[in-house]
């Protein structure tokens, strides 16, 4: 079960991503529209979008893929490089603490660096004992 700061955190940029579409297409991006289009019911979603319910899987994984968003921007706030770009532009300008793809790229290879350096040290070391 996911923690209420975790839903607390995913569940607005749930929101965040509708509003966006919503304002490149308007008309085509209401809550109930989302709601059928994602077979979620139109209750749960504005609850998923407050923060106060998980977002079922299936219906998450349908969502990210249809709006061309990904796990690390309902996640993390990591804006993905496969996402419209105008709606990309939309969710930056309007909302702080998104990060962008490249700084985060960037992070996760020097955590990536930093993980192999302690993997070969720890190689090393076992090696000197056998």
Same mark, same amino acid.
């Given at each position: ?19 966006a ?19 979620? /019911?139109?209750?749960?979603?504005? =609850?998923? %979008?407050?923060?106060?319910? *998980? ?8 969502? @990210? ?8 921007y309902?996640?993390?706030?990591v804006m ?7 709606? /990309?532009?939309?969710?930056?300008? =309007?909302? %702080?603490?998104?990060?962008? *793809? ?8 020097? @955590?990536g ?18």
């Open positions: 079960m996911a923690s209420s700061e975790f839903l607390q955190q995913t569940g607005p940029r749930l929101l965040w991503l509708r509003e579409w919503e304002e490149l297409e308007p008309g085509k991006h209401s809550q109930v529209q989302w709601a059928r289009r994602f077979g979620i /019911r139109p209750p749960d979603l504005s =609850r998923c %979008e407050r923060g106060l319910q *998980a977002v079922n899987t299936d219906a998450l994984a349908l969502l @990210l893929a249809s709006t061309g968003a990904c796990a690390d309902w996640m993390f706030g993905c490089d496969v996402m419209n770009p105008k709606v /990309r532009a939309i969710l930056m300008d =309007r909302h %702080e603490g998104l990060i962008d *793809a490249p700084a985060w790229r960037h992070r996760n290879e020097t @955590l660096s930093l993980w192999r350096m302690s993997l070969g040290r720890r190689r090393e070391r076992a090696s000197r004992r056998t």
